[in-house]
């Protein structure tokens, strides 16, 4: 089987299967298999989803199908699309064979579809910029243009740890009923908790809400998604279009996503979609297991998933009739919490899946 999670864009464009599936044309096998490795490899999201918009906006073709006459087309649609006024002269000599034009084609549709998304936020303001700008109070702006991260407090008492490449603006201080800050890149906050005073992160076009708790919201103006994740506490995202419509109406509730530890949330800006599953390393929340150590004794594995469940915060959903007698002897450590689930399910002759941020075990019984 490919080793999917270490493609790359390149991989990905002339990737058969995955080529298939980005133009709907797969088997519903095939699509079932694609959505589930997206599942489990939610980190490769941004990158698949940049195939994949080649891919549909350009009507790449598999290198199969493509002829060089094609491929002079296909310079001339990626120039109009990037609105290059100049010539692009492409000469493939036909002895060098398939793997020429391959290579010709993945670098032009790398590199030019890279300057689409380039010129696509070039030509727009920052949305960091028309944030600080049409904000209510005076701000002030930290930015970090070191490389190490830089530790700040808020006004009220607040942390956050931002990142390099990174910059935030808050107000002096937080008045009125709500606590606002504007972050354009990576920071982790560790807020304070005032139920009076909810703490709200406005990041692109995301809007974080929490009462206090820890949480990291990754939202660069150069890539496709926004990112949240929990380490404590719970918190609430919402798409900006609809928190301040809420805003205007009385009563509204607005859709958004619920996040508790352990979880995290992409956001695709383009489409304007949610998709919540868990961070790649849990880490242990509750206390009673902060020496990390589960020693098992021919325990039934109903109970163990029970016992991660609880030690990590994360819905472990299984069929307990089916697994009623399978057993376990087995002693982990500090291994991730996905790594004790592969050893379990190899033991057992079951299998996961990650879907909407839980974890579903597939069994047929011991």
């Known amino acids: 089987m490919k080793n999917y999670q270490d493609y790359q864009l390149t991989d990905f ?54 002829t060089e006459q094609e491929l002079f087309n296909q310079v001339d649609q990626i120039r109009l699309h990037t609105n290059q006024r100049r010539s692009i002269g492409v000469s493939i000599p036909k002895q060098f064979g398939w793997w020429a034009r391959t290579a010709a084609i993945v670098l032009l549709v790398s590199v ?50 931002l990142q390099p490449n990174s910059r935030i603006s808050f107000s002096k201080q937080f008045k009125g009923d709500k606590r606002e800050v504007y972050l354009m890149g990576e920071a982790f906050f560790n807020v304070r908790k005032n139920p009076r005073k909810p703490f709200y992160v406005h990041a692109n076009e995301v809007v974080t809400k929490v009462l206090g708790t820890s949480f990291t919201v990754e939202a660069y103006d150069n890539q496709a998604n926004v990112q949240v994740a929990v380490r404590t506490g719970q918190v609430s995202v919402f798409a900006r279009n609809d928190w301040q419509r809420a805003q205007k109406e009385v009563n509204s509730d607005v859709p958004g996503v619920v996040l508790t530890p352990n979880q995290k949330v992409v956001f695709n800006r383009q489409e304007g979609h949610f998709h919540r599953t868990i961070i790649p390393n849990p880490v242990i929340i509750n206390h009673r297991f902060a020496n990390d150590v589960f020693v098992y004794d021919e325990t039934p594995v109903t109970k163990i998933f029970t016992q991660l469940e609880d030690a990590y915060g994360v819905d472990i959903v299984f069929d307990e009739q089916l697994l009623k007698h399978c057993t376990l002897t087995a002693r982990f450590h500090d291994e991730p919490l996905l790594e004790k689930l592969n050893l379990i399910c190899q033991i057992t002759n079951a299998s996961y899946q ?13």
């Open 13 to 66: 464009l002339l990737d058969e299967s995955f080529n298939r599936w980005a133009r709907r044309e797969s088997s519903p096998e095939e699509g079932a298999f694609w959505q589930n490795w997206l599942s489990q490899y939610p980190d490769k999201r941004e990158v698949v989803e940049q195939a994949r918009l080649l891919i549909t906006g350009l009507r790449v073709k598999p290198y199969r199908e493509i």
């Open 354 to 366: 990650i879907v909407d941020a839980q974890i579903v075990i597939s069994a047929q019984g011991c």
């Open 112 to 161: 030019i579809g890279m300057s689409i998304w380039v010129n696509r936020n070039a030509s727009n303001e920052s949305v960091y910029v028309q944030l600080i700008q049409n904000a209510p109070v005076a701000l002030i702006e930290k930015a970090n243009t070191t490389r190490v991260p830089l530790s700040l407090h808020l006004p009220d008492g607040s942390q956050v740890t």
